[in-house]
């Protein structure tokens, strides 16, 4: 009877896994065909089957004097603050603060490369001058980090001396 059970289980969570790939695989089918920067009715396609709304990618771009501050937007909306908080862009162990932070989702950090490399392109940049500020972007990415962590320890701080 229980072995019954297990069996029926394994092949329901197996059915489960299988629906989930599907659903990635369709928006990575979705996204195969689409130019980077690609606007769609709701969305834009920023690279790696990732999409951000078009009113905040407009948002992003018009607010951005220079690349570092269009990284940043980018990240921020792609990942989240929440995200930015708890993670680092390698995962490697910090001799600071002695930890190890999980690391940044990899596809979609090569996302926001493949905007930022889109970005620069569009403003009519040299190939030279675009890869070397590819070469920033983890360091950009890595100040908006402890950024977002600075200002999060700073509210926490604030919500303790009220208390």
Known sequence: M???????NRKLRAQLKQR???????NFNRAKNLAIGHR?????????GVF?????????VSQSK?????????SAAIFGYETLAKCSVTGKFCNRTKTIKPQLDPT???AVKDI???????????????EYELEKTHMYIARKIADVCKQQKKTDREENDKT
Request: contains cysteine; charged residues 35%; positive net charge.
């Open 2 to 8: 229980m072995a019954k059970i297990r069996a029926e």
């Open 20 to 26: 989930r790939l599907k659903r990635k695989c369709r």
């Open 40 to 48: 769609g009715d709701k969305e834009v396609h920023v690279g790696r």
């Open 52 to 60: 951000l709304p078009i009113p905040m990618y407009d948002t992003i």
């Open 66 to 74: 220079s690349g570092q501050q269009f990284v940043r937007g980018i």
């Open 108 to 110: 979609k950090l090569r």
């Open 116 to 130: 930022y490399r889109h970005y620069l392109e569009s403003k009519l940049m040299p190939q030279n001058d675009v």
